[in-house]
């Protein structure tokens, strides 16, 4: 059919996409000579132009309801679209080589509406068996268990003099040095030895010497005697500042 409409016309002539363009031989309706024209599909629908250069096309062909198959005709590399129906019109066509004549005939074939409609009846069956599966039941992803973390060190590493914990996987502690070092603040409190022992101190030349515990440690009788040496010097500073202030007194 011949449509001379302004808005097929500028669908047909302008800038968007189509799905396949070139040169095919039509047969005529009544003369069954083979014309040249130039064809662009655009959508599901065929248009057809006298010149490559055009501005109106001649007439466009619906693709609904109808079959493109191959057909017997005096002309290389034909095919036919036929509609259903007694009536109906059978276009048939032809290409120029073997490549071109199957692009068309699956160009073609994939225009109609109906075409997609099974298309998306078939993704949404696919999808519906990858949620659901294919006996109807909901498919449950299997669970995944825990990782477990490998297990603290019984010494806790230090960096620095300060506790570090390595609780990232593939991540060993780094070794501790031969060689003794001076504790730190936060040495101390993982250290169990007993901090060292202060140094001893050396009594003056008017001192006694102080008696020591076999520990090293000051014994006791040595604290006792101090503490009865420094009250004898209270108790005479005391009984001086009491004779000064009763002397004081009228």
Not at 8 to 22: H, I, Q, V
Request: aromatic share 8%; net charge positive.
């Amino acid at each position: 059919m011949k449509l001379n409409e302004r808005s097929l016309a500028f669908y047909a002539t302008c800038d968007s996409p189509a799905d396949n363009a070139g040169f095919l031989y039509k047969r005529g309706e009544r003369h069954t000579a083979y014309h040249r024209r130039w064809f662009v599909l655009k959508g599901n629908m065929l248009f057809y132009f006298e010149e490559r250069e055009s501005r109106e096309p001649v007439g466009v062909i619906v693709l609904e309801g109808c079959t493109v198959e191959l057909c017997d005709s005096g002309e290389e590399f034909a095919f036919a679209i036929r509609f259903g129906g007694a009536k109906s019109r059978t276009y048939v066509l032809a290409a120029e080589s073997q490549a071109a004549m199957e692009a068309w005939v699956k160009s073609l074939s994939r225009a109609s509406f109906d075409y997609m409609r099974l298309v998306v009846r078939e993704l949404e069956k696919q999808l519906a068996e990858m949620q659901w599966g294919p006996a109807g039941g909901r498919k449950t992803t299997p669970e995944r268990s825990p990782e477990r973390r490998p297990p603290l060190p019984g010494a806790v590493p230090k960096e620095n003099g300060c506790a570090v914990w390595h609780n990232a996987r593939g991540t060993d502690p780094p070794p501790r040095a031969a060689a003794p070092r001076r504790a730190s603040g936060c040495d101390a409190e993982a250290d169990p030895r007993p901090p060292p022992v202060p140094p001893r101190r050396r009594a003056s030349s008017g001192e006694p010497a102080a008696a020591e515990s076999p520990g090293g440690a000051p014994g006791a009788s040595a604290f006792s005697r101090l503490h009865e040496r420094y009250g004898r010097e209270v108790a005479r500073l005391r009984h001086e500042w009491l004779e000064r202030r009763q002397g004081q007194r009228p």
